[in-house]
């Protein structure tokens, strides 16, 4: 199909909001949001949400399901997605998300899977697997080291090169090789270049990985849509309504790389439209989906106490407290907030369990002050019963994309009501909901306890399934659970130019563990309703690959599933490295009294590690454990295995000591660190935010005007903590994105303009907010 230069450059820019531009007899495709589950907006010119999305199954978090440790199940949740979206004529679902949890406050961790690259890599490949098989378009984001809230659109990652490739672009490399139709370029700038301008697009993710797919800009991600094209950011979303074309079009007769850059992106998206055109007409069965979001939930969710008090059983006389009884959490804030087609409450389903079972809301969740009246209600009802369950947890307003957390504590009056429970009750059983990390540090005092994370729209009934036995739990935690969040190495700041990741490769367990850290729970932690014994652990060496053959069986009284772990143990050497390290899973079912034998193929190049001098992944020769174990600090097994490999001599390092020092960052990074934050004035462009703004007396004028039109938008939000979310983020984005997010109620000219007064030319700038508001 031959297109003319224009047609070529028109065809980079989205139509609007979701849909890719028809041209020349290209058709429009359609993306919606993800990744577990789909947002189709009714609208397709909502920048922000505001008007509702159609209604889809809401499946369980990545939060959640990275803790079943099945890849399987996430090929099924994958191919129940793609089902819906062929039937709402979604041709590319946004998801998933896979970046890594450097940090338990991250606001958006509840989206992502892990802080580590292997398991997330691993599900994540069988997710889009899954929904690619069904002739339906993934979009793999975002892409990369996008790894916190506060300034996440401008904030510059500076990362080491040995910590990209071994922790933030690991689970990237994975997933592309399960052909993803999109990658989305991500807001931020990693070591100078914003995502959408990065080398790394063309040097790895094209040439080194193959990724012959489109990249995407995440939306409203492109500063300059020139370098962008350059460095092969082939379609940009939302549409700028012409405005960046003419940019470009304005530069194409005199740069040849660019002309051939706008030649290859035209072709990648040609050939995407080409494959996911065609959507089937199918109508999925929503109870169907109802029950497996369900059956996904209850094999994800993680049993980390229990004192010989779950299962419940029928007879017992069981409170159950919480205002999460009526209004379950069940998913996080943001553009992955699905409108689901069901939403079970406990208060309605919780007499099918038992009819022993009281309810008490015990405390409130719009507010954090101690209802008095509340409490003593409870715990009159808590004397007299048998056992308590305390459901608690993070609700709405403490969690959601557009914010990092402050803290991990649970609100207070949730911990005070808890406290006066196990006075009057020795029997306190917890569920805990949360899309991340909480301070668990009351979990001497109880009896049993239940991470049931997000669940979606399933989640009433997958904890009840749980506690009272109907489902055995086979999860395991897929991130590290500390009480304080000065335990972690990484602290989260309000610094607004660069984040120095001191820890280089040392995130999560990597860190804990090869510290000697003490945790609460570690990496890989989980227990189940039955005991597992693993008779038989054998290894042996092949060419290429060490043959792992263990022999399990369920000791207990009742079905379940055993995850299998298995993890390298570090040689001794002068490279840095983590103690342990994930590499390789499985899961595994057994009935009461079976016994299976599991083949697992560890291949040597899970010992790899990159050598940031010679700029490649090296074997380094030495001695290693294989260690199969419960968790990253369980081990039931450790086996010597001697590689023969480089023989390595690195440079002393602060990194190679045994007590955790990152003070010689600079010289693993190779590079003069900016300055973390910066005072910005003058000249302003459309890259600067109204925060930036803020710091003459001109800009204070102008971002205030352009709030207070903002939030009239906003104000069709629902809740009050939305609107001031809302607010926050309008500070913290660059004037182009308000631009492209207003729906065309604020031009790029007027824009212009706007940056104009700002820089103190007034006149100029007056001259264009006119003609833009004419238009």
């Excluded at 978090?61 to 793609?82: E, H, P, R, V, W």
């Excluded at 991470?451 to 729209?457: D, P």
């Excluded at 001695?623 to 968790?631: E, G, L, R, S, T």
């Excluded at 990253?632 to 086996?639: G, M, Y």
Aim: net charge neutral.
């Amino acid at each position: 199909m031959k297109l003319s230069i224009e047609e070529k450059v028109d065809l980079l820019d989205g139509l609007d909001v979701w849909h890719t531009k028809p041209i020349g007899g290209i058709p429009s495709i359609m993306m919606a949001d993800g990744p577990h589950g789909l947002r189709k907006q009714y609208e397709s010119k909502d920048n922000l949400g505001v008007m509702g999305a159609m209604p889809a199954t809401c499946f369980p978090t990545a939060s959640l399901t990275a803790c079943s440790f099945d890849k399987n199940l996430l090929y099924q949740m994958g191919k129940l997605i793609a089902k819906e979206a062929q039937e709402l004529g979604v041709n590319i679902v946004l998801g998933p998300g896979i970046n890594m949890k450097r940090s338990p406050l991250c606001g958006r961790n509840f989206e992502y899977f892990s802080e580590d690259p292997y398991l997330t890599g691993e599900l994540a490949a069988f997710f889009v697997r899954a929904i690619e098989s069904e002739g339906v378009g993934t979009s793999v984001k975002h892409f990369f080291a996008n790894n916190q809230e506060k300034n996440r659109f401008t904030i510059d990652s500076i990362v080491d090169e040995r910590a990209l490739r071994e922790i933030y672009l690991r689970a990237f490399e994975r997933v592309v090789k399960e052909n993803p139709a999109t990658v989305m370029a991500s807001y931020n700038k990693i070591n100078g270049y914003y995502a959408t301008e990065h080398p790394m697009i063309s040097k790895v993710l094209r040439k080194e990985w193959g990724f012959k797919g489109v990249v995407v800009s995440d939306w409203g991600a492109v500063h300059n849509r020139v370098e962008s094209i350059k460095a092969g950011t082939d379609l940009e979303m939302p549409s700028s309504m012409g405005y960046r074309a003419k940019q470009v079009l304005k530069e194409v007769n005199k740069d040849e790389q660019l002309r051939t850059a706008i030649t290859k992106s035209s072709e990648r998206i040609i050939e995407m439209v080409k494959k996911y055109k065609n959507s089937p007409e199918v109508t999925f069965d929503r109870e169907k989906h109802h029950q497996e979001a369900k059956r996904i939930a209850s094999e994800s969710m993680v049993l980390l106490k229990n004192q010989d008090i779950l299962p419940l059983k029928a007879k017992d006389q069981v409170l159950m407290v919480g205002a999460f009884l009526s209004q379950m959490r069940y998913q996080g804030g943001g553009s992955s907030h699905i409108n689901p087609t069901k939403l079970v409450q406990i208060k309605d389903i919780y007499s099918n369990y038992s009819k022993q079972i009281k309810l008490a809301k015990g405390y409130h969740i719009d507010h954090y002050d101690i209802d008095e009246d509340l409490v003593f209600e409870t715990l009159e009802l808590a004397k007299t019963a048998q056992k308590v369950v305390y459901i608690l947890g993070l609700p709405d307003q403490e969690e959601t994309e557009g914010f990092d957390r402050k803290t991990l504590e649970i609100p207070r009056n949730q911990i005070h009501l808890l406290e006066e429970l196990i006075k009057v009750n020795p029997n306190v059983v917890t569920v805990i909901l949360s899309g991340s990390v909480v301070n668990l540090s009351f979990e001497p005092k109880v009896k049993g306890m239940l991470m049931a994370y997000l669940g979606g729209q399933g989640s009433s009934e997958a904890i009840m399934d749980i506690l009272y036995g109907k489902v055995n739990p086979s999860g395991r935690l897929a991130e590290t659970f500390i009480d304080d969040i000065k335990e972690c190495n990484v602290q989260l700041t309000e610094d607004n130019n660069a984040i120095h990741y001191e820890e280089s490769i040392f995130i999560g367990y990597r860190y804990y563990q090869t510290f000697n850290k003490r945790v609460r729970f570690p990496f890989g932690y989980g227990l189940s309703y039955t005991q597992f014994d693993y008779k038989t652990i054998l290894v042996s060496e092949q060419k290429n690959h060490f043959d792992i053959d263990i022999t399990l069986e369920n000791i207990g009284d009742v079905k379940g599933k055993e995850v299998i772990q298995v993890y390298i143990e570090n040689n001794e050497s002068t490279v840095y490295k983590a103690r342990r390290e994930l590499k390789a899973f499985e899961k595994v079912e057994l009935k009461a009294g079976e016994e299976k034998n599991i083949h697992i193929e560890l291949p040597k190049s899970a010992f790899e590690y990159f050598d940031y001098f010679k700029k490649k992944w090296v074997l380094e020769k030495g001695d290693y454990q294989i260690v199969i174990a419960k968790n990253v600090e369980d081990e039931i097994d450790a086996i010597d295995v001697h590689l023969d490999g480089e023989e390595i001599h690195q440079p002393s390092l602060s990194y190679q000591k045994y007590i955790y020092d990152c003070t010689e960052f600079n010289k693993i990074c190779q590079r003069k660190l900016p300055e973390k934050s910066v005072v910005r004035k003058r000249p302003y462009s459309l890259s600067s935010t109204l925060e930036d703004a803020r710091n003459t007396w001109m800009g204070r004028v102008v971002s205030g005007i352009i709030i207070k039109e903002g939030l009239k938008t906003a104000k069709e939000m629902k809740s009050e903590w939305m609107v001031e979310v809302a607010k926050k983020t309008m500070l913290e984005t660059p004037i182009h994105m308000l631009a492209i997010f207003s729906s065309g109620k604020f031009t790029f000219e007027q824009a212009e303009g706007l940056v104009d007064i700002m820089n103190l030319k007034l006149f100029k700038g007056i001259k264009k907010l006119r003609k833009g508001a004419k238009r």
